[in-house]
């Protein structure tokens, strides 16, 4: 009560005052009405200023008071001057604000914890090995068997629980036609209880319902499904939704909150791991593994022995490679499980942009400290206009502390109010970077919720910033000496000296903001000018799944129907799309030799898809409607180059050599230019394409259609009818133009280069922004000397040289260091470049001419104005 | 030549002690009173009366109201609060206990 009392005090301000004012005048009242004397009375009284100062003291919290009088100090003075101040605070909440985004961003997926129990206790299996093909990889997939081997081997110390990659499905609540697309996860049924989750409704999985292959047809959805998609009906429970050609009824709502355990994919059904098809398959990697230790378990044991049991089965499982080397199979063997933890999650994702974000986050930091110097000389040059003023507060008595406080609650002032736009920038910007992230078809979804965490670290940020560029002008401000300030000042060099050296750092920021940009850049472009070897234009994909698997001819007629839709030119179809993500391989053998270490990759095509595809032929011949596979092939460059020593090789004839030691003889018919096959990066792949007609019933494919339309996506719905008008048993699943699927092979290094290309334009126009003030300060302050040179015959080249030369050896220096700084720094992100060194001069001469030309740019006004100076004016004004 | 109202400390007991024998008065009053009661030996200052009232109003010892009087003018009344109370017998014993001690001094020497 009394503390709230002396509290609240604080914030009464005059009233506070006025009371006890009015409580020394009623005793003076009643004194004089009891007969005494007047001036007596008020004279006993003493000063009435004292009296209501040691009574305030004692009714409020004294240094909470001094501080509420300094913020309304504060305040009135950023009001005084509007245009500054909004400088400052503007260029102060676009470097918060990108700052925290970039904190919301890597938080979301790098750093927040799951919402499972203990989840410091999580960790994620993989194994480190060399593939067949001689690259070592890490991998996280497992086989559900080993998974089953593992579980057991290390029931006593640690829970081990099976997560499938999350897939995009298609599944429909109605009929066939109204099928719709979610992310779907297999779980192991004790998955819930392990994590400690409760269900919000129903229930959810236990061990019992993940026992038998098939058996348990449940689903548990997301409590975000339940929202978005059943705006949270009750009445969910006991609904079921076709997949496949299985029946599944949802049981039970997740609690809020869990969205699995892949940040960046938020998984609306879960369904037990018992319910996929490749559950007893040895050889389809299909799931993560996760283990949760037990308490007091050392990671080492259990890590040895989930080692012993994996490569046990592997070791059993190689026994039957026999269409493979011994050499790479023993080499394959040679992989070690490892644990990491886990705690916030693990996915594709995060590895995808951890290394990005962590040079986002370095670059925004930079634009950040280049603000914080912007400021601060802004607060020093203001020092200097204010050195009177201090000086008169110290000769009255304020204490050093005091003067302090002053200048950092007016420091506090712009932060906080750049704060609270930099929240609103950070509000939309961090989501909209993840809208970036994934095609559109398919954007990322991350939970960015707006909580204590993103709040701690934007008051953390905000405190120490209001630090980074307020305590030294708060020092020096304070550390004033009354008599020599009063009489015209001391040292006008420390000051400038201080602010030049800030300079010299902004420049070596923005330089290696400006240099890393160029590097992000230049691999956007250098990948995204790559050749793909067909033509994206005017090309439609549709990816194409049958209820049962049809008979080829039924995916002709389909075509054929397709050709007769208005606006459609060519229409074939193949197994996949080039660079949609999916790849097909094997070792191969030319003449009965050994298989080779060099995988081929394969592709199944119809007759005239080379020609939609716009591949040109070297030699041969296309496909005819009478080739099957297998039988015939056509192959591409890299493959002749690769398995026939750059031979012609058609006529010749290959064989693919399969895990199980089988061997299917093709014959070469036709020899295509290299196209881009899985991803742009790297060299060619050697391809063979092979007819689209195989013996075998077909139920998933892609037709490609070009049509005569510049923008195919207007044919998309009516693509989509028109398949299923021609037999009923086609669906198609996704539509996607030939363009996006490319552009999706760079939407990386797009996110990187735009954002990056925005803060090098924000670091600029930043340090622009400095350099100008600092300038035209320094030519203010210098004006009598000016006129003096002036005045005695120093011509204009001579005044522009003397006011320049100091900031621009300022800028060199600061160049130099940036140089310096991005050349050892630019290693640690190597790995996001593609086709650009650092050491490319282009890269180097690019950033130095913007960072000089804006140098110039910059003091170009204070040139001006110094050469302008009038002498008769100046020194008349003295 | 010693001031008469230099009280050493002891103006919260006088202050309290007033306040316990008479509810709700004003600071004027419990000036007068301390000089009557002391007949006109002892004397609060109005600078040290003052900031005392409202460090022990703080404190939670004795608690204010305005009142309107009959003129008109505003007068801030004081009462004591439980805790005044406390404090009283805490300071009258501890006021008890230097007296006799110094007494005792006194008589020894």
């Known amino acids: 009560m009394s503390l709230w009392s002396r509290f609240a005090n604080v914030f009464r301000g005059d009233r506070l005052s006025d009371e006890i004012d009015e409580e020394l005048q009623s005793h003076i009242q009643e004194a004089i009405e009891q007969g005494r004397d007047p001036v007596e009375v008020r004279k006993a009284f003493g000063s009435a200023l004292r009296q209501r100062d040691e009574s305030r003291d004692v009714r409020a919290i004294a240094w909470l008071d001094a501080l509420r009088t300094d913020a309304v100090f504060g305040w009135r003075q950023l009001r005084k001057k509007k245009v500054t101040s909004a400088a400052a605070i503007l260029s102060l909440a676009l470097a918060i604000g990108a700052c925290t985004s970039a904190f919301r961003l890597i938080d979301a997926l790098l750093l927040r914890p799951l919402p499972v129990a203990d989840p410091e206790q999580l960790y994620a299996l993989s194994r480190r090995e060399i593939f067949f093909d001689g690259t070592p990889q890490t991998f996280d997939g497992w086989a559900y068997p080993a998974f089953r081997l593992m579980r057991a081997a290390v029931k006593h110390q640690a829970e081990l629980i099976a997560i499938s990659y999350a897939e995009r499905m298609d599944l429909t609540y109605k009929s066939d036609q109204e099928m719709e697309k979610a992310y779907l996860q297999y779980v192991s049924g004790w998955m819930f209880s392990s994590f400690g989750l409760r269900p919000a409704l129903g229930r959810l999985f236990t061990e019992s319902d993940d026992l038998q292959p098939g058996a348990h047809p449940y689903a548990v959805i997301s409590y975000d499904y339940w929202r978005r998609h059943f705006g949270q009906d009750p009445k969910v429970i006991g609904r079921s939704f076709q997949m496949g050609n299985r029946l599944y009824e949802i049981v039970g709502v997740a609690e809020e909150g869990f969205s699995g355990t892949e940040p960046g994919t938020m998984i609306d059904i879960f369904i037990p791991t018992m319910m996929n098809a490749a559950v007893e398959r040895s050889d389809s990697t299909w799931i993560r593994t996760l283990a949760r230790l037990k308490p007091g378990v050392g990671v080492e044991p259990v890590r040895a022995k989930l080692n012993a049991t994996s490569l046990a089965f592997e070791q059993e499982r190689a026994k039957g490679f026999t269409g493979m080397p011994k050499q790479s199979i023993d080499n394959w063997l040679k992989q070690t499980v490892f644990l990491e933890p886990a705690g916030s999650g693990t996915s594709d994702l995060q590895n995808e942009y951890r290394r990005s974000l962590a040079a986002l986050a370095v670059l925004v930091a930079l634009v950040l400290l280049i603000a914080c110097a912007n400021v601060a000389n802004l607060m020093t040059a203001q020092a200097a206009a204010r050195a009177r003023e201090m000086a008169l507060r110290v000769s009255i008595g304020a204490g050093r502390w005091r003067l302090v406080q002053l200048v950092l609650v007016e420091s506090a002032w712009l932060a906080f109010l750049a704060a609270a736009i930099a929240a609103l920038v950070a509000w939309w910007s961090a989501p909209f970077v993840v809208t970036m992230i994934n095609p559109p078809d398919n954007p990322a979804r991350l939970s960015l919720p707006a909580d204590w965490r993103v709040l701690g670290f934007g008051l953390i940020l905000t405190i120490g910033v209001t630090f980074l560029f307020g305590l030294t002008p708060a020092l020096r401000a304070s550390a004033v000496k009354p008599a020599s300030a009063l009489k015209g000042g001391e040292d006008p060099h420390s000051r400038r000296r201080m602010m030049h050296a800030l300079i010299a750092v902004q420049v070596a920021f923005c330089f290696l903001v400006l240099f890393v940009a160029g590097l992000f850049v230049a691999t956007f472009d250098r990948l995204s000018n790559q050749p793909t070897g067909f033509s994206a234009e005017r090309l439609l994909t549709l990816e194409t799944v049958t209820e049962r698997a049809q008979l080829p001819v039924f995916w002709d007629q389909v075509a054929e129907h397709l050709r007769t839709v208005p606006g459609v030119e060519t229409v074939a179809v193949a197994s996949r799309a080039l660079l949609g993500g999916y790849s097909s391989n094997n070792s191969v053998s030319i003449n009965g030799a050994p298989p080779t270490d060099v995988l081929a990759y394969f592709l199944h095509v119809s007759p005239g898809w080379v020609d939609a595809m716009s591949i040109p032929f070297v030699d041969g011949r296309d496909f005819r409607a009478s080739d099957t596979s297998p039988g015939v092939a056509i192959v591409s460059e890299a493959f002749a180059k690769q398995f026939f020593n750059g031979e012609n090789p058609v006529g010749k004839s290959f064989e693919e050599a399969t895990d199980e030691g089988k061997r299917i003889r093709f014959q070469i018919v036709g020899l295509v230019r290299d196209a881009r096959y899985r991803d742009i990066r790297g060299p060619m792949l050697p391809v063979a394409y092979f007819p689209f007609h195989s013996i075998d019933a077909i139920g998933r494919g892609t037709f490609i259609v070009r049509t005569s339309s510049l923008n195919p996506l207007v044919l998309a719905s009516i693509l989509r009818r028109e398949v299923a008008r021609a037999r009923p048993e086609f669906r198609v699943s996704n539509i996607r133009t030939q363009a996006e699927l490319v552009r999706a092979q760079t939407i990386r290094e797009r996110l990187l280069a735009m954002l990056a290309l925005f803060f090098a334009a924000a670091a600029l126009l930043l340090a622009g922004i400095g350099l100008y003030g600092v300038l035209d300060y320094s030519v203010l302050q210098r004006r009598r000397e000016i006129g003096i040179r002036m005045a005695i015959g120093a011509q204009a080249g001579d005044i522009a040289r003397r006011v320049t030369a100091e900031i621009f050896s300022m800028v060199f220096v600061g160049a130099i260091a940036g140089l310096a700084l991005g050349m050892t720094s630019v290693r640690y992100i190597e790995t996001l470049f593609y086709q650009v060194k650092a050491t490319d001069l282009p890269m180097l001469a690019l950033p130095s001419l913007t960072m000089f030309a804006a140098a110039l740019l910059a003091s170009l006004p204070a040139i001006i104005r110094a050469v302008r100076i009038d002498p008769a004016t100046i020194l008349r004004a003295e | ?109």
């Open chain 2, 1 to 109: 030549m010693p001031k008469p109202d230099s009280l050493q400390g002891s103006l919260d007991l006088l202050v309290l002690k007033i306040l316990s024998r008479r509810p709700r008065v004003h600071g004027y009053a419990i000036m007068t009173a301390i000089q009557e009661m002391s007949g006109e030996v002892l004397r609060a200052e109005e600078g040290s009366l003052y900031p005392a009232l409202h460090r022990m109003e703080e404190a939670g010892w004795i608690r204010a109201e305005w009142i309107t009087k009959d003129t008109g003018r505003r007068a801030r009344l004081y009462e004591l609060t439980a805790a005044g109370r406390k404090q009283l017998a805490a300071e009258e014993s501890r006021w008890r206990a230097v007296t006799s001690a110094v007494n005792r001094v006194l008589r020894m020497a």
